[in-house]
């Protein structure tokens, strides 16, 4: 099972509706990689890297490569 379908039944199962779970599951997971992010770089992330990581992932890179990209 991934990550978002068990999101997804967790949060139907706390009452949430089809409306709500399609708005709020892509941030949820959003911030999910976001925080891959920072266990793959080993630190806390500065709030400017925050910001680009964030920026990252709406434009749909995966961690692996906003990994590889901060690292250079």
Not at 44 to 58: G, I
Not at 63 to 71: D, G, H, L, T, Y
């Amino acid at each position: 099972m991934d990550t978002e379908t068990i999101l997804g039944a967790a949060l139907r199962e706390a009452g949430y509706g089809p409306d709500a779970i399609g708005s709020a599951l892509p941030r949820i997971l959003r911030i999910l990689e976001a925080e891959d992010v920072r266990i793959e770089m080993g630190r806390p992330l500065s709030r400017k890297e925050r910001e680009y990581v964030r920026l990252q992932l709406e434009l749909g890179l995966g961690v692996s490569e906003i990994v590889a990209a901060m690292k250079k």
